[in-house]
């Protein structure tokens, strides 16, 4: 009981943010705070239950909004750790806990007598306030697509399958994580570093003395890794045994192995659909989406396939002609593809990323997404000088609206580290609402730059820049909310949709007028000159059929794994024999093999992959009225904060984007910006 009376996860957050009091939380808190809050989750949802007056909003869907705090609590503090700071200690108790608050959700979810009180007020939803008819609809439809409405014996399958597939999406995450740390290409030659930018090495001399190897270089297959490597080294073995280390992650015949997992994991995830009704995953994936139907996916993905692929085929042959010329006689191969097309982009507009970099430091893309927020609607970000920390990256803000009230904290924890999985995400430690007195949003972006030399800055290259502001937008769209119930908040809306507010936010930080501004160089302080930028101007649609056509191959895997009919015994086959059909280049691999595919094994993305490219749809055709009436136009500001980032899922989301678009999103858009039309 002593844990229990002294456990900081179960006491009021006090201090002025109520931020989580980390350095209080020790590992022996967390099992038993979740398990007195799932007990504390239980009686509220049975006093639902019990309740003998006739079921309306307030004592069923409000008091359902209301529940679970304490749960929900720690459930975010845990896992945002997990992902952001894991360690085998809290490995281990993912392990033990998830399946349990699988069965947790779905007792909930299963329960009969609360589906029909929920029933009960969808049929009566009428009467209600257009934000409470929504979370009636949204609620009622959760309910039903996750199987109350299947007997007894089909509920308790649901249930196994389901604890099946939380521990093994689990496995599959922590099985990433340490295939990628397990691998180290070891350099210990000085003379093999040839070509590789200064922080790149002094990064891998510091995972070096992290692995014991002082005087040595290590690279990791980590894409803050890889891809500097692939685009300077010499070395063209070593580019190639990097780049194999990265893509046969969950491949290697060990105890982290994936092939097993994914089979597993895929065909539980059919039983489920059939169990349900549907055809397939896909099928019930995609039934509360935008795109509606894998049919308009598969459209959308096929009408962007063979344009991508006839720029890919060219910049293929544009790339051999260099490898000719050089004097070699090798065929280009996907590990070479980073290598040559920055030759070719050197070659064709005189410019390199090298040239851009010394102006993109950290310091200046934050200020230009905090400006960017502050002129399209009137927020402010501060520094919090003093706050609890679960590492000393972390940094913290104030967001303050054009009154200087308070709206929001913000957090950025942006550099690389062995304890963090790879790439790049936003997500809350509270979010927005007011039914229960006003609760401010508490978002949190996590990257993985590379850390520099202490006392030096941190300079970026532009997709590091691209993704701070795209994480930006998602945390602007957590901070912005303005909604009444927690459930419709923010970032909770249908996968397909989440991607655009991030997606345009990426429009600014790629606009020559933000470059201009805040793109000055770290050492001299010098605008970044019209010459350059003009270069980087006519390179910004460089490369774009490699780059759709690898995203695209890897929503075409994701696809396949969900809409196949028959059982998968050979992992290898199985991609081959969908990308042979494809015709993808063989210069070409997809952006994500399955055995590694953590968006759609652990990540939420099953299905749904599409979903960056169905966002850019969105945002290409959004972002066209600040092309024609200006950057940061007060008015259309104005509206995107009220029609975008501000309603979460309160209001029908096309319904919501034609308003502010003034018509249907326009495909022709996406192939225009990548310059495929």
């Keep these: ?211 014991g190897m002082d005087d040595m270089w290590v690279f990791k297959p980590t894409r803050e890794n890889l891809y500097p490597f ?66 308009n996916v598969f459209s959308l993905l096929d009408a962007v396939w063979d344009p991508a692929i006839n720029r890919a085929n060219e910049e293929i042959s544009e790339m051999q002609k260099i490898i000719q010329r050089e004097g070699n006689n090798f065929k280009l191969e996907a590990w070479d593809w980073w290598h040559y097309s920055e030759k ?5 507009y005189d410019f390199s990323e090298a040239e851009i970099k010394p102006y993109l430091s950290l310091k200046n893309i934050r200020l230009a997404a905090f400006k960017t927020a502050e002129r399209l609607f009137e927020i402010s970000f501060h520094k919090i000088q003093d706050h609890p920390k679960y590492h000393e990256d972390l940094e913290g803000y104030e967001v303050l609206d054009q009154n200087k009230q308070l709206i929001g904290i913000f957090f950025t924890d942006y550099f690389a580290r062995p304890s963090k999985q790879g790439g790049a995400w936003m997500t809350s430690y509270r979010d927005q609402s007011k039914n229960n007195g006003d609760v401010l949003p508490m978002i949190i972006n996590v990257c993985n730059f590379p850390k520099p030399k202490k006392g030096e800055p941190t300079l970026l290259n532009l997709e590091h820049a691209i993704t701070l502001f795209h994480e930006f937008g998602h945390a602007l769209h957590g901070l912005l909310s303005n909604v009444t119930y927690p459930s419709l908040s923010g970032t909770s809306v249908p996968r397909d949709y989440v991607e655009f507010p991030s997606q345009m936010m990426e429009n600014w930080i790629r606009s020559p007028e933000v470059l201009f501004e805040f793109a000055t160089h770290y050492e001299t302080g010098e605008k970044i000159s019209e010459e350059l930028m003009s270069k980087y101007i006519a390179s910004q649609k460089f490369n774009q059929g490699f780059a759709t056509t690898e995203y695209l191959a890897a929503s075409y895997l994701d696809l396949a794994w969900h809409t196949e009919d028959k059982d998968v ?86 319904s919501q984007f034609k308003k502010f678009n003034g018509s249907e999103p326009n495909p022709l858009r996406l192939l225009k910006k990548r310059g495929l039309a």
């Excluded at 196994?160 to 691998?183: A, D, G, P």
């Excluded at 070719?344 to 064709?348: A, G, V, W, Y």
């Excluded at 749809?617 to 200006?630: C, I, P, R, T, W």
């Design 1 to 211: 009981m002593k844990i229990m009376k002294n456990n900081p996860l179960l006491k009021d957050f006090d201090n002025k943010y109520g931020i989580p009091p980390f350095e209080e939380i020790k590992i022996e808190h967390y099992l038993p705070a979740f398990k007195e809050s799932i007990e504390r989750h239980k009686i509220e949802i049975n006093e639902i239950i019990k309740n003998t007056k006739k079921p309306d909003f307030e004592n069923v869907l409000n008091a359902m909004e209301m529940s679970g705090s304490d749960l929900n609590k720690v459930s975010r503090v845990f896992y945002n750790l997990l992902s952001a700071d894991s360690s085998d200690e809290l490995n281990k108790i993912a392990s033990e806990i998830s399946p349990v608050l699988s069965r947790h959700n779905d007792e909930i979810i299963l329960n009969q007598k609360l589906f029909s009180k929920i029933k009960v007020v969808y049929e009566q939803r009428d009467n209600l306030d257009s934000e409470q008819r929504r979370l009636t609809e949204v609620t009622y439809k959760a309910f039903k697509s996750k199987g109350s409405l299947l007997d007894e014996a089909n509920r308790k399958k649901l249930q196994y399958f389901n604890e099946e597939l939380s521990t093994l999406s689990l496995k599959f995450n922590q099985n990433v994580l340490k295939e990628t740390n397990n691998f180290n290409l070891v350099i210990d030659s000085e003379s093999d570093l040839d070509g590789l930018p200064d922080d790149l090495i002094h990064f891998a001399k510091e995972q070096a003395i992290d692995a």
């Design 230 to 295: 692939l685009t300077s080294s010499l070395n063209r073995d070593l580019r190639e045994q990097l780049y194999k280390g990265y893509l046969n992650r969950g491949k290697n015949s060990n105890s982290e192995n994936n092939e097993e997992l994914v089979k597993r994991m895929a065909k539980l995830r059919k039983n489920k659909a059939n169990l349900l009704g549907y055809d397939s995953h896909a099928d019930l994936a995609l039934d509360d989406t935008m795109a509606e139907n894998k049919e």
């Design 344 to 348: 070719l982009r050197k070659e064709k």
């Design 569 to 654: 015994d050979d992992i290898n086959e199985f991609e081959r024999k969908l990308f042979d059909k494809k015709g993808l280049p063989y210069e070409i691999d997809s952006r994500y093999e399955s055995t590694y595919f953590s968006h759609i094994f652990a990540g939420g993305y099953s299905s749904s992959y599409y979903s960056y490219m169905w966002s850019e749809v969105l945002d290409s055709s959004a972002f066209e009225g600040f092309e024609k009436n200006g950057l940061f136009n007060k008015d259309l500001g104005k509206k995107l904060k009220e029609l975008v980032y501000s309603s979460g899922n309160s209001k029908d989301l096309m």
